[in-house]
């Protein structure tokens, strides 16, 4: 995982995420084939929810995403299934994916599981206007967005070794009962009136067919691409922590919920003029999607959106407990936090437009 130029998206390991460099690389060098110290590391200011590091050995480099240390809730911060679809992409597919080394589930190495992958040297893009590229490049960029995604969505689980990933029905029920279930226990970080109308609305109004599972990655988004720097090629998709078996739907209406958002703490595309940017519109996004996954269309996009908007307030929602019990790992921690309101209110907006 990179961005380029790595000092300019790493800093000095945060207060709290420290970790003991030679306890570590001693476990290295005994997982990791050719690994030799001595070890540096830096933490990246991305990695939300799972603290992610720069490795660096005079060598090469590595990528480390741990759980964070702390109180957690069950279900979350699931470095270990990261590292199992990581590596059965690697292994059997042409997903984009970094190649994973380690799992070490041995808290007494830095406090925490953790895994190690490869350091994929290329640049992420951080606002979804793709300012760094000429106009005339970025609808390519959008275009490999999609196609990396769909790539993914074609996969057959069972053919990876990932029948078992989750289960091959009922997935939006089961991620609405999950993220309100969520919502309650962390009662720290307080109610929201529109996620209570959403939480009542959403189950009551699913769409009458499912379409057939796939693996879906669960935070798709520009951001979480790491592109080759020189060309539209997506080189690795990242932070996998939301992946499952589920509805591709929802996995593609959540990479198009930029177009219905303003940027609050994700940057939003609405209201912006795409034409004058040189960005392919929503309805575009759709016909591309459609055309590599052999689908006629995609109903139910306005549910689809309110759900994804939901599952996304909830997750500022989670972040806004950790920051008021001390566990958040970001820098921009506070900021998601402040947008539960503005994003539940966006969610049941679109609940009330379908």
Same mark, same amino acid.
């Given at each position: ?110 406090? @925490?599981?953790? =895994?190690?992958?490869?350091?994929? *040297? !290329? &640049? #992420?893009?951080?606002?979804?206007? %793709?300012? $760094? ?46 993220? @309100?279930?969520? =919502?309650?226990?962390?009662?720290? *970080? !307080? &109610? #929201?009136?529109?996620?209570?109308? %959403?939480? $009542? ?64 703490? %994700? ?88």
């Amino acid at each position: 995982m990179s961005a380029g130029a790595d000092a300019d998206v790493t800093t000095e390991v945060r207060a709290g995420m420290e970790v003991d460099v030679a306890r570590l690389a001693e476990y290295l060098a005994g997982a990791v084939a050719g690994f030799r110290g001595p070890l540096t590391l830096r933490q990246f200011r991305g990695g939300q929810s799972n603290p992610t590091y720069l490795l660096a050995t005079p060598q090469r480099q590595y990528v480390l995403r741990r759980k964070p240390p702390g109180q957690l809730l069950a279900s979350a911060h699931a470095v270990d299934r990261e590292y199992r679809v990581l590596a059965a992409h690697g292994a059997h597919t042409d997903v984009p994916v970094a190649r994973t080394y380690a799992l070490c589930t041995d808290e007494s190495v830095i406090g @925490s599981w953790f =895994y190690v992958m490869e350091h994929v *040297a !290329g &640049r #992420v893009y951080w606002d979804a206007t %793709l300012p $760094e590229l000429p106009r005339e490049a970025r609808g390519d960029y959008y275009a490999a967005a999609v196609d990396a995604l769909a790539s993914l969505h074609r996969v057959d689980p069972a053919a990876v070794g990932l029948a078992d990933f989750g289960r091959a029905s009922g997935y939006l029920p089961r991620q609405i009962a999950r993220w @309100s279930k969520q =919502y309650h226990e962390d009662e720290a *970080a !307080g &109610r #929201v009136p529109s996620m209570d109308r %959403l939480i $009542e609305w959403l189950p009551r109004n699913l769409p009458a067919t499912e379409p057939p599972p796939a693996i879906v990655h669960g935070d798709y988004r520009l951001d979480n691409l790491m592109f080759d720097p020189g060309a539209p090629r997506v080189l690795a998709i990242l932070d996998w922590e939301l992946s499952t078996i589920g509805d591709p739907v929802a996995d593609f209406a959540y990479y198009l919920m930029k177009y219905r958002m303003p940027s609050l703490a %994700l940057p939003g595309l609405a209201g912006r003029d795409l034409a004058a940017l040189g960005i392919p519109t929503e309805r575009d996004s759709v016909a591309a999607y459609c055309a590599h996954t052999g689908r006629e269309s995609l109903p139910d996009l306005d549910f689809y959106m309110a759900f994804c908007m939901f599952r996304l307030a909830g997750i500022f929602h989670g972040i806004r407990g950790r920051v008021l019990r001390g566990t958040a790992v970001s820098a921009r921690a506070r900021e998601y936090a402040a947008n539960v309101e503005v994003m539940a209110d966006l969610a049941w907006a679109q609940a009330s437009r379908g």
